[in-house]
């Protein structure tokens, strides 16, 4: 049985390697508002017309409760009702994990006069020396602002509900993967258009409004991608409240909130066997600065998805198979096999973060709730969970810094991960049908630039 293309591309994060990457977010960087300036940035070309930022990280810690290939088959997507079986007597025991990360951002702009600016930008990551997500890149756009209208831009860029949620909300407490990559999103683009309204005065805060839209693979005939992301942050004083809508269409199904939106599958030539598939979410995020020293953090999110009965698309020894979510598999419904049931579940994150001269310690808290859903088997909608870290870091004010930090996940139950997890041992390496609890601690350096 062959794995979907998504698994195919990520099979390391549905086994559930842990990574909490300490660098700005990928965003657009359309307007300072909405993004984050590294301690400096290497000009060069004409009139500094070309710029060069990035990050380089490095990680290792130790945690409990790892099973090494538990899963009897151990690439296979948590939606398939084969990837639930677990090799009898395998041992559960404390490992060590580490991870690489690597990411430069290349910028370009040009003053075209009239106050219109051209702009463009290029962005790739690697993780542990390899492309991170194969075939996508984090940022490959151009745009052109002006002050008084706003922006516009086109080409491959990341969203907001992934990369914001992801920095500084998650990174800041040690939860950058649980918060920002769970759920029903989508975080990387492949032809999306955004526009960026300009800053507006708003009961003596700024107000910024954005939309952003992507069709994905315009090869699909019948069932059509179509992306639609709203954004807005209001910024007053020491409060930055961060809101966020995606509605999406016929993207691949998936609860991993940093995977790609492109189509159902990569082939178009399986458009007429597949059926419709849907998902949202709705995110709401504030951090306050309550004074010099303490900063506080919260946010709420909403998922929605349609769900996708599962089909061979090509059929033999070797079946490929779509991807599905939420099956009732050898069911049926309406006269369909294998439905695919609706669902939906709230997250929840908290966070606190203390400044103490060079030194910074933080705390956070996420819950990955329950789903409501009419699906008569269980497929992770019974569970829900915790984690819970403390980090403390050492900034050198000259771009480096170090840090350590553990943690601890605590699941509802035994059996299938919450259905806001991509995988059943995602973002921990804990796997909740093997134990309902582990933990973990470690240390790394980064380097921003």
Not at 146 to 166: C, K, L, P, Q
Not at 392 to 417: C, D, H, I, P, T
Request: charged content about 15%.
């Amino acid at each position: 049985m062959n794995r979907s293309y998504i698994d195919n591309k990520n099979s390391t994060r549905q086994k559930g390697v842990v990574w909490q990457p300490w660098a700005r977010a990928a965003g657009a960087g359309v307007l300072a508002v909405l993004s984050v300036q590294p301690v400096w940035a290497i000009d060069f070309g004409p009139d500094g017309m070309f710029s060069l930022t990035g990050f380089a990280k490095a990680e290792v810690q130790r945690g409990s409760n790892h099973c090494t290939n538990c899963q009897q088959f151990p690439a296979e997507d948590k939606q398939r009702v084969w990837a639930d079986d677990l090799v009898a007597g395998r041992p559960y025991k404390t490992t060590n994990t580490n991870v690489t990360l690597v990411q430069p951002w290349v910028g370009m702009k040009y003053d075209l006069g009239g106050g219109y600016r051209f702009n463009a930008l290029l962005s790739q990551r690697w993780r542990d020396g390899s492309e991170d997500i194969p075939g996508y890149w984090y940022e490959k756009n151009a745009a052109i602002s002006h002050e008084n209208y706003g922006s516009v831009r086109f080409g491959a860029m990341t969203t907001r509900t992934w990369s914001i949620a992801d920095f500084p909300y998650g990174t800041n407490l040690g939860v950058a993967d649980v918060w920002g990559s769970s759920g029903a999103g989508y975080g990387l683009l492949t032809r999306a258009l955004r526009y960026t309204a300009p800053v507006i005065d708003v009961a003596q805060g700024d107000l910024v409004l954005e939309a952003t839209y992507d069709q994905g693979n315009t090869d699909f005939k019948i069932h059509k991608p179509r992306f639609l992301e709203l954004y807005a942050q209001y910024h007053k004083g020491d409060l930055v409240i961060d809101a966020m809508h995606q509605d999406t269409r016929n993207g691949n199904p998936q609860a991993w909130s940093h995977g790609p939106f492109y189509a159902l599958t990569p082939n178009a030539a399986d458009d007429s066997k597949l059926g419709g598939s849907g998902q949202a979410i709705t995110m709401v995020m504030a951090r306050y600065q309550w004074n010099s020293q303490l900063e506080m953090s919260g946010g709420v999110r909403a998922n929605r998805w349609s769900g996708a009965y599962a089909v061979i698309t090509q059929a033999g020894t070797a079946a490929q198979w779509n991807n599905m979510f939420n099956v009732d598999w050898n069911g049926s419904l309406n006269g369909v096999s294998n439905p695919g049931y609706a669902a939906t579940s709230t997250d929840w994150m908290l966070g606190a973060r203390y400044k103490m001269g060079q030194w910074t310690a933080s705390t956070g808290m996420v819950h990955l709730g329950k789903a409501s859903t009419a699906n008569p088997s269980e497929r992770g909608q019974s569970n829900a969970a915790e984690v819970n870290t403390v980090g403390l870091n050492y900034n050198f004010n000259n771009g480096f810094q170090v840090y350590g930090f553990a943690g601890m996940v605590r699941y509802a139950r035994l059996g299938l991960s919450p259905m806001s997890m991509p995988g059943n041992a995602a973002f921990t390496n804990v796997d909740s049908r093997v134990t309902k609890t582990g933990n973990w601690a470690g240390v790394g350096a980064v380097y921003v630039f």
